[in-house]
C-alpha cells in the first residue's frame, strides 16, 4: 500500500493544476470574468514563457488560470505546497500550527501564516 503524499499532484507542479481543474471543472474549463463555460471558445495557452495551466476565454479575451476565484488566488506559492498544506490540514486531528506548515513545507512564516489563514477560510 503506497502513501497518499506519494501522488504525483504532490510533487509535480502540472500535475497539481490538472488535479484541481478536474475537480473544479469537472465538465470543463469555466471563464471566472464572464461565465462562458463553451470548451470550443476556451483554449489552452502554450509556450516556453507562457506560466502552467493559462487559459484564454475567446469571447471576453482575457486570461485566466484554475487560481482565479478561490483561496490560491495572489498567491505565489505553487499549487503542489497548497495541495499539501490542504492535506496536512485536513488529516491532522487538532489542526496544524503555521510554524509547522512552515517546517514541513519548507516555506516562509509570511507564506505558512497566509496559506493557514485562507486554508482555514475555506473551511469555514
Known amino acids: 500500500m503506497s502513501s497518499i503524499l506519494n501522488a504525483p499532484y504532490f510533487h ?4 497539481a493544476y490538472e488535479y484541481v481543474e478536474a475537480h473544479l471543472w ?3 474549463p469555466v471563464c471566472p470574468h464572464c ?8 483554449g ?8 502552467i495551466g493559462l487559459r484564454k476565454c475567446y469571447d471576453c479575451r482575457k486570461p485566466f488560470t484554475v487560481k482565479v476565484g478561490t483561496i490560491f488566488e ?3 506559492a505553487p499549487m503542489r505546497y497548497w495541495l499539501q498544506a490542504i492535506y496536512l490540514m ?3 486531528k487538532k489542526g496544524v500550527s503555521t510554524r509547522q506548515l512552515q517546517r ?3 516555506v516562509g ?3 505558512a501564516w497566509f496559506m493557514g489563514h485562507r486554508i482555514r477560510h475555506a473551511m469555514v
Open 12 to 15: 509535480d507542479e502540472a500535475a
Open 26 to 28: 469537472p465538465n470543463g
Open 35 to 42: 461565465g462562458n463555460c463553451d470548451s470550443v471558445r476556451i
Open 44 to 51: 489552452r495557452l502554450t509556450g516556453k514563457s507562457t506560466r
Open 74 to 76: 495572489d498567491s505565489h
Open 90 to 92: 485536513c488529516s491532522s
Open 104 to 106: 514541513t513545507l519548507g
Open 109 to 111: 512564516l509570511k507564506t
